[in-house]
């Protein structure tokens, strides 16, 4: 166990809850913190919950850990006041307190957003420029450049991790591609904690697909090895969603349906 206390923020949401138990293997001590109340800590776990947007609840949640793995935040596209105060505000309050209670290592989940006006006929590296596809994947470009800032000038260490789509079964076929199973997920923020030279880095969450927008070989250095596939829920999942229209944008471009939120497109 590299690190003594761990802090899992966004405690309360589906990533939270599938990473809670998983991730007592990382540490001795797991603080879990959300704006939701969740229950009550059990073993080896302590619960402080706080609002992003807080700048001193955020502090007195960062105090004493030693580590940080941030799920907090707002996770669709949606009205900006809310994605601001979560995740652009959120997101500063945190690297303020890691700054200032000398945290030195952060896996922030960041989104295949960050990058959805690529289409899914295109493979794109880590070197490819940002093009989010909705104020919610601007947000999360927010928080690479951020976090990026905090390591230039103060040496704190992140993975941006670009996490396609992590529920328990791809639910369509979009998800064929960019589907990251909970299990690799705490594969990939176990490297992400435990490589001894992290640096600043983003790196694409999926499972190992066949079919895949994305290229993580500027990350090697992570030692992210996916083990799951989406391949064996193919055959299963053509059947029960329709034909794809190539023509509709939801289908072109790798991030699917998020186009479509908030106000319409003109182009
Ligand atoms: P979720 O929406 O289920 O959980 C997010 C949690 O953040 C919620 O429990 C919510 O109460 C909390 N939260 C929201 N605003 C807050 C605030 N102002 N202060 C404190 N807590 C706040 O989302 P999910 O699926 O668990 O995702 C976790 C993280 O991973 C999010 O940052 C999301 O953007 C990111 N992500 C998730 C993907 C997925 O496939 N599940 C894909 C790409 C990114
Ligand atoms: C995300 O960023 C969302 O947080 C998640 O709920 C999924 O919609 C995912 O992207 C996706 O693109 O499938």
Request: charge should be negative; include cysteine; hydrophobic fraction near 40%.
């Amino acid at each position: 166990k590299v690190h003594h206390t761990l802090l899992m923020t966004g405690a309360a949401g589906g990533l939270g809850t599938a990473m809670r138990d998983r991730l007592k293997a990382n540490c001795e001590v797991l603080r879990l913190s959300d704006r939701s109340d969740f229950g009550a800590a059990r073993a080896g776990e302590e619960v402080v919950l706080a609002d992003l947007a807080d700048a001193a609840a955020v502090d007195a949640m960062v105090k004493g850990v030693n580590a940080i793995v941030h799920f907090g935040g707002i996770s669709l596209e949606g009205p900006f006041e809310p994605i601001l105060q979560a995740n652009i505000l959120g997101v500063y309050n945190l690297y303020e307190a890691a700054r200032k209670h000398g945290v030195k290592r952060v896996v922030f989940a960041s989104s295949n957003h960050v990058t959805g006006f690529y289409k899914q006929s295109e493979t794109i590296t880590l070197n490819h420029p940002a093009r989010p596809d909705s104020l919610y994947g601007v947000s999360k470009a927010f928080g690479e450049d951020l976090s990026r800032m905090y390591f230039d000038r103060y040496g704190i260490e992140t993975a941006c991790v670009r996490i396609g789509s992590s529920f328990a079964e791809p639910r369509d076929r979009r998800m064929l591609a960019s589907w990251l199973s909970f299990d690799d997920l705490h594969r990939l923020v176990t490297a992400c904690l435990t490589t001894p030279v992290l640096g600043h880095t983003a790196i694409f969450g999926m499972s190992d697909n066949a079919v895949t927008w994305y290229d993580n070989s500027a990350a090697r250095h992570v030692g992210y090895v996916p083990q799951d596939s989406s391949d064996p829920f193919r055959e299963a999942v053509y059947a029960r969603t329709p034909e794809p229209d190539v023509t509709d944008p939801a289908v072109i471009y790798q991030g699917g349906g998020f186009l479509f939120q908030g106000e319409p497109m003109t182009a």
